[in-house]
């Protein structure tokens, strides 16, 4: 696991869910309104008070794209320039069925991509560069 902004004390803390099928992660384009808006990036959010981080992840993705999964195992941790502890989560989904509905206001597009095309889309929001440059050098496994 890595950190790319160790210097900065986190204020906030947050998760990150990560999922594949075919060589491609699931992604989202963030909704206009919320922070980082229109920005291609993994689903996620904050950890609410009391939440274990496992807890959130599920969570999230309920709320982000009605997906049902369950967390699998902590693969990354860092903290973003603007002092957020993000932990990095993939998850699995869970039963047979997974239409995926995007939130009508945080997310305005599911995307399925792969580490590459993440890279190097215009859009990517840009802490999520160091993690998919891992990825694709083989550092670990997801």
């Keep these: 696991m890595s950190s790319d902004s160790g210097s900065i004390r986190p204020r906030k803390f947050g998760v990150v869910a990560i999922t594949h099928r075919d060589g491609r992660f699931l992604t989202i384009r963030r909704g206009p309104t919320v922070a980082a808006g229109g920005t291609i990036c993994f689903p996620g959010g904050h950890i ?6 496992d807890e959130a992840v599920v969570r999230e ?38 239409e995926l509905v995007p939130h009508p206001v945080e997310v305005s597009e599911i995307l399925w991509l792969s580490a590459q095309e993440m ?24």
């Design 48 to 53: 609410e008070p009391g939440e274990r981080e």
């Design 61 to 98: 993705c309920h709320e982000e794209v009605a997906a049902r999964v369950e967390a699998v195992e902590c693969v990354w941790r860092n903290v973003t320039d603007w002092g957020t502890s993000l932990a990095w989560w993939t998850v699995r989904f869970v039963g047979a069925e997974h």
């Design 119 to 142: 890279l190097e889309h215009p859009d990517l929001l840009q802490g999520n560069r160091l993690f998919l440059e891992a990825v694709i050098e083989g550092r670990f496994k997801v």
